[in-house]
Every structure is written in C-alpha cells, then in structure tokens.
C-alpha cells in the first residue's frame, strides 16, 4: 500500500563564518518547512559555517564552534527531520559532515566521501574524504550514545533514506554508493554547485539519472547566492522520481532562500528495514498536509537571462555583505563599462520587485538612504549607482554623449569631469624632470597609461565619499592578454565581468537594448554603446585606435583562450584547430602571428591577474588566479613551443 511523505529542500544564501546569521537563516526555513507540515528537510552543504570557509575550515575554533551550533540547533528540532550541513572534527581528521537532527539531538552524521578538487574547488586542502560505503559509531557532543557516522541507511518510520553530498553525486557510477542506493527510497543530496553559464542543465541530467538508474526518488539542494565573494550558486532544488524531474524551486532568487516541498509516493521495502542503522519515529503531531502546487518548467529562460540573474544577485550580495553604499563606475560609453551598468540597473529592478520590507530592513539597515529609496522606485538606482565620464583631449562626443544617455535611460547618479589637466600635469612634470618632450613615436604606452591612471584618484575619490565599492570593467577577454593599465582602468573593489568573455558580452548588449533582459525593459539608449567598434580611446583621435587592431579580432583571442587554457591543449593542437575555425577568413601566417602574441601576452600577464579585483564566477572558462588559472608569474613564455611550431609551419612550406 503506497504512503506518501512530505519532503522538502532549502536553498540559503549564507555568509562564511556569520554565525548568528547562518543560525537564522537556518531558523526561518525550518519555520518555513513547518508551516508546510514537512516531514524531513535537507539544507545546503556547510550550513552551519557557510561553504567557503576555506582555510579557517583549519582553525580548531571553526570545527569546536560548528559543533556547538549544531547541537544547539537540532536540541530546538522537534517536528522534523534537519539535515543540516557542518564541518565535523574527528581525531584529528575534519569531514565534511551533514548532521541528521531529529526530537531534539543530533541522531546520525553523514560524511562526504569524495572531495571536490576541480575548478574552483579545493577541498581536499580542509577535508578528509570519508572512506567510501563504511560507517562508524562514535559519540558526538555531549551525548554519550554512539551514533552513526559515515554512509549509511536510515529509517523514519518505514522511509529509508540516505545522503550524499554535492560531489558525492558527481563521481561516475561505479564510484558511488550505489549499495545504499539498493535499500533505500530516497536519496537527498545537500550541495555547494557552484553557477557556472551553461552547467544547469548537466546538474538537473545528474539528479534525473540519478533517480532512474538508482530506481529511487533524489532531491537536491543548493546554496544560494554570491556567498563568499567570487563563487555564485543558483539555489536551485530538484526533486526527481523514476527518471523525471518531479518538482523544483526558483533558481537564482534574490533572497535569504525558500523550501521547495515534494510529496513523495512510496511502498514499503521489509529487507531495507532491516538493514538501516536507526530508526526515527514518524512524528504523529504533524496534521493532514495540504496540497503542494508543482513546478516543473525552468524559471530562467536561457543563459542570457542567467547570466543576468547570476551577476546581479551576486552585485546585491557583494554589496550588503560588504556592507557598502552603492557603486561608483568610471563609465566610458563603451561595452564594458555599459555592462556593469545595466547589471546594477538588473539588480536594482530585480530587488524593487523581489524584496519584502521585512527583508529590505535585514538586508539595508546600515543603508538608511537605499531603505528610503525603496519607497519611490525613481530614487533607487541614483542610490545605487554613481557613473562618472572622464574625458581627455582623446575622447570623442560619441561615447561622452553614448554614457550620458546610458546613465540618464538608467536613473544613474552621472557626473562628468575633465581628467585632461590632470594627464597635462603629470606629462609636463615627467617631461621636465626627463629634460625632453614626451611624443606619441616614443612614448606611445606610457601616454596611453597616464590617462587611464589619471581617472583612477576621482573614482576611487568618489567611491570614498558616497562608501560605496568601486567597480572595475575588465572582461576575460582583456584579462587574458593583460589588455589594462594596471593601477589604471583595473581600479577597483570588484570586478564583476572579468570572468565573461568579451564576445557573449557584445551579444548580450544587443540583447538587452532590443529586448530587455531578467525584468529590464529594453534599453534603446544603448545602441550608440554597440555600434561603436571596442576602443581605449588612449591615443589622438587621428590614430582610430581599436582594440582589435592593437590585438587581434576577439573571436580569434577567445578561441585561443579556450583551447590553450580552457581545453588545456598543446600549442599545436590549438593552433589546428584555430585554423579549423578560421580557415575561411584568415590566412595561416596571420593565425600564426595571433598565436604567438597571444602566448606572449598570457604568460606576462600574470602578475596583472593576480592584481585585478575579486571576480564573479560566471563561467567555468575563468582566469581567476586564486581559484581558477593558477599559474606562475615567470615563466618560458612558450617561447619553446612557438618556436617548433614556426620551424613546423616552414618546413611544411605553409608560412613564409
Ligand atoms: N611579471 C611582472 N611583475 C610585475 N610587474 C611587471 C611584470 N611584467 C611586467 N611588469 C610591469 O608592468 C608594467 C606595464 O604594465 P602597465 O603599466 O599596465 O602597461 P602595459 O601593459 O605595458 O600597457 C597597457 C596596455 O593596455 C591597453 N589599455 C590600457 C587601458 C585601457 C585599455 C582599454 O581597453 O580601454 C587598454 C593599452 O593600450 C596598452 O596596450 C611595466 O612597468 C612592467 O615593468
Ligand atoms: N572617457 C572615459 N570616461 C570614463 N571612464 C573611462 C573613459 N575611458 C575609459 N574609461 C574606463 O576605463 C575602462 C576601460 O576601457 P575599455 O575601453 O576597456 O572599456 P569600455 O570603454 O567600457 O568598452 P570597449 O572596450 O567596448 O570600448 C572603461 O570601462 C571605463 O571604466
Ligand atoms: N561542493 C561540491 O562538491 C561541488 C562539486 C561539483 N562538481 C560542482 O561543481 O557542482
């Protein structure tokens, strides 16, 4: 006879190492859970802590602490089951535990076997995996019972369930515990995936055929937001049953997270019964459950939408988190800059719709003019965003005007100032103390540098005044080849896009000037933005410089960025399949020439990548030198393999 059980799945937007706020946040989807008569709710990993404690996971402080506030949260657990995530220390070992709570204490922890090490993640430099299908009994906190610890089965009432969490579930099949999986109904899932263009669809494949090979029901449950900085998760849960997708939960939401609730359909299976570690007592106190409503289709149209969502949310976190008062942009009417513009107007539209007042006052108590701006949705993005054109004696009314307008369309606060005394001043001082005159035949870089460096004092001036986090504009594409004046143009405290490739920039403008994005309307006054050709704007108008023409066309520098780096290819395979790409527009010489700027330009610019602003993660083809692209700041230069590859091209007669 089949029974059904309530399940639910929390998404939270947690902060490393906020204690008190963690605990409430956990708090309000427990209440949240209850209210929808849940039976077993599953969190996010590391809830307790917050995923990305990184090395404060090493301070004895962080596990005794963790310890502490899991036990305080399950002793206020009575109608429920809480799977709540922490960091368990163990004679002397640290896993990566998930706490079950039930009528008051911690009855069981489940422990991660396999360790995320790719990408962005280092787990293995906090944690010890936990031995793969093993379980132990040892006592935990105050509580002198044993309980179980590793992987196993448990029961509440005749359910069985099991837990993995996040890369658990990422390993291929024959890793995972699939003897669990044989016993049990369920399988729930806490997760720290990050966001990642492109990666919905491989998790939503993985708890699908998760499901239906495993022939169980499978819930997922994600972090939400930008939680410590750079990563950003979607918050998306995902319940799946026989090989479906069965129920899921707003992804990318701006909030502090949501239960997503699932009636799960199940019979009865004696020998599981017998082979589960505990037994919990379904609580009989909880009443008959009203209906559920299902969800289904995606909420998030596409990754242009996605993209949109991710980057804004991750603005509004940074900002609150960071306890700052708006954005200050040096904004120059071109698509860089116009990009982070448009993301802050996304957020600002986003929250004006999504933010309860009760939530406005968590999230912008120490910002009493944005709270207020609140109330006349006119007054809200003046709080939120300060652009500022710098013109030189370089700068040409199409982008002084294409910024005005931008900002104006926008609601920006847009000031204009004339940096063109400053670079005189400097140019003569240096020209003076040199004892020549500084020309564009001599000095070509130092003069472009200078004006980029003379709008960094006003804009981080501006970003001191208003407390606001200065934003700098780099894309990956530019990151890749160094293309910046450092102290310059790379001023700042975040650089939201330098993860995003120039080209999908380029696209998305359109995007949004022609049909708007992610609940922004249209935006026409950004057409003077894209059709302009990309330019610094460094050198005398007379020299029309273009960023293309000082490097190479974009597409062909993403191309080699995502197969020298992305795709981690040798120089000869990423030429070949350069000149697969490019056959039919370039010849093979200038594809050679390419090539090698680009390795120059990469290995040198290292030192600049490691001094960029912290980075949203938006796409896994990042450069980020911390959690990404480590690589050494000196280095050969692939001086070795540009040259084979030149003797290669001559030999067989291709390149003169
Ligand atoms: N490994 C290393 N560790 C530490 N420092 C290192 C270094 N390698 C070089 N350096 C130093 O780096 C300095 C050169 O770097 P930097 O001063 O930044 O200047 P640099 O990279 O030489 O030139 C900046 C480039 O960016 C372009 N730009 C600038 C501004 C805006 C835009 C735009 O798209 O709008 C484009 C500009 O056209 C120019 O091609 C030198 O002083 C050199 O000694
Ligand atoms: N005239 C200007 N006024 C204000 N800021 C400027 C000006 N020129 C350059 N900047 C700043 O320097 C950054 C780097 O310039 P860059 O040319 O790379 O970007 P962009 O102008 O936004 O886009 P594009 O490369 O498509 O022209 C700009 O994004 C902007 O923050
Ligand atoms: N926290 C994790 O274990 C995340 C790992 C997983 N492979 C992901 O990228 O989503």
Known sequence: MPQTLRLGLASLNQTPLDWPGNLERIRAVVRQAQCQQV???????????????????????????????????????????????????????????????????????????????????????????????????????????????????????????????????????????????????????????????????????LVRDSSRDFNIGYGYANLLGCESGRAIYDGECLFAHEGRIVQRGPRLECSDGNVTVYDFPYEGRAEAVTTCELRLPRNAAIPEATPVSYQTERDVADEDEAFAKAASTALIDYMRKSRARGFTLSLSGGVDSSTVAVLVAVAASRMRKALDPATRRRWFTYF?????????????????????????RNSGPVTRNAAEKLAQSLGATHLNLDVDPMVSAYTSAISQALGRPLTWEQDDIALQNIQARSRGPSVWMLANIRGSLLL???????????????????????????????????????????????????VPALRTVNEQEPTAELRPPNAAQEDEKDLMPYAVLDSLEEFLIGQRLPLREAFQKLCTRFETQRSRTQLLEWTAKFCRMFATSQWKRERYAPAFHLDDSNLDPKTWARYPILSGCFAAEIQELREEEASNGETP
């Open 39 to 205: 039976h077993l709710l599953c969190l996010p990993e590391l809830a307790i802590t917050g995923y990305g404690c990184e090395d404060a996971f090493l301070h004895p402080d962080t596990t005794t602490r963790a310890a502490q506030h899991v036990t305080q949260l399950a002793a206020e657990i009575d109608q429920l089951v809480l799977l709540v995530g922490f960091p368990l220390s163990l004679d002397g070992h640290c896993y990566n535990g998930l706490a079950v709570c039930a009528e008051g204490a911690v009855r069981a922890i489940f422990c991660k076997s396999y360790l995320a090490r790719q990408g962005i993640h280092y787990e293995p430099r906090w944690f010890d995996a936990w031995p793969s299908g093993t379980l132990d009994r040892r006592p935990f906190g105050d509580n002198p019972t044993p309980i179980p610890i590793g992987n196993f089965t448990l029961a509440y009432d005749d359910f069985i369930f099991s837990s993995e969490i996040c890369e658990d579930a990422w390993v291929t099949r024959d890793k995972r515990n699939c003897r669990l999986a044989r016993y049990a109904h369920f399988i729930f899932n806490a997760s720290a995936s990050h966001f990642s263009m492109g990666k919905a669809d491989v998790r939503e494949n």
């Open 368 to 392: 009493p003019e944005l709270l207020e701006a609140f109330e006349n949705p006119d007054r809200l993005m003046p709080q939120l965003l300060t652009t500022v054109y710098q013109g030189t």
């Open 472 to 522: 700098s504009t780099s894309n990956r594409s530019e990151v890749a080849v160094g293309y910046a004046t450092m102290d310059g143009d790379t001023c700042g405290g975040l650089s939201p896009i330098a993860g995003v490739a120039k080209s999908f920039l380029q696209h998305w403008l359109v995007r949004v000037e022609q049909e708007g994005v992610a609940g922004l309307a249209a």
